[in-house]
């Protein structure tokens, strides 16, 4: 199994979780030393460095890992990146990178990872509530999980007929930090919707059943995998 963005805090839960279900996992991310301590701490993953803005290095790394474990039956997307600010005042190099981390590199990796995988396998990205809700003060950083969501979407019945599941996961506002690291604007106040432990629980458990995504529903304040 493959973690992209392993360096993140929900990356790094999802590796840690899938190691003590008894995985083999790979590991991918930005920061060579982070992802280095990571590795040895799940008995010495092997361990690619990736910058999302570079797509070929996103193909690259699914190779790599494959390589390194001699096969992919899964892989789990959870690079991104947050910005916040009215849509008339958004620059449009933020836009550029909003879309580039959050849509186009995880469809690199997972269009890197679908050959490899066969039946039973499966892909997960984590998108975000936002593709169900797009939000105010947030349009691109919407737009952009938005439309990596509608192309799983598309790409689940594609892939089911040969077995492989796609499962996006779309969680609601957690204390993971990553509204602090926006790389523009600064965060309005949220309501936290879910725990890092409750999101990284029901993904383990939606790949085990095969589920097609984990979703938030705002009326029943409560997260759902279908
Ligand atoms: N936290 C939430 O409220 C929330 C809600 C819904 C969805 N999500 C989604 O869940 C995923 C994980 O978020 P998180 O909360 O765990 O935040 P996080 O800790 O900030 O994780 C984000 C990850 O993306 C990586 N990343 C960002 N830009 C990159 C780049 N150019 N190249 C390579 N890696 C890059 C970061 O790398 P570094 O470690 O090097 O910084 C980090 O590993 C994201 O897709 C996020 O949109 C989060």
């Known amino acids: 199994m493959l973690v992209a963005g392993a360096t993140g805090v929900l990356g790094g839960a999802v590796a840690r979780a899938l190691h003590k279900e008894g995985a083999r996992v790979a590991l991918a991310g930005r920061d060579g030393g982070r992802l280095a301590a990571l590795a040895q701490e799940l008995g010495g993953a092997p361990a690619s460095t990736l910058d999302a803005l570079d797509l070929d290095r996103c193909s690259a790394v699914v190779g790599e890992a494959a390589d390194a474990l001699g096969g992919l039956d899964l892989l789990v997307v959870a690079i991104g990146v947050a910005a916040f600010g009215p849509a008339d005042g958004e620059d449009a ?15 690199a990796l997972v269009r890197a990872a679908l050959p ?13 509530i936002l593709a169900d809700y797009p939000t ?11 439309a990596i969501s509608g192309w799983l979407t598309a790409v689940r019945p594609e892939q089911r007929r040969r077995g492989v599941t796609v499962f996006d996961v779309r969680p609601p506002h957690i204390e993971t930090g990553l509204a602090g690291r926006a790389i523009a604007g600064q965060a309005p106040p949220m309501k936290e919707g879910a725990t890092v432990d409750q999101v990284v629980g029901m993904i383990v458990d939606g790949l085990r059943d095969g589920r097609r995504e984990l979703r938030y529903d705002l009326q029943k304040a409560e997260l759902a995998l279908r």
């Open 116 to 128: 490899r995988i066969g039946k039973g396998g499966a892909v997960a990205v984590l998108t975000a």
């Open 93 to 107: 190099a933020v836009i550029e990178q909003l879309l580039t981390v959050n849509t186009l590199a995880p469809m």
């Open 136 to 146: 105010a003060g947030m349009a691109a950083y919407s737009a952009s999980k938005a």
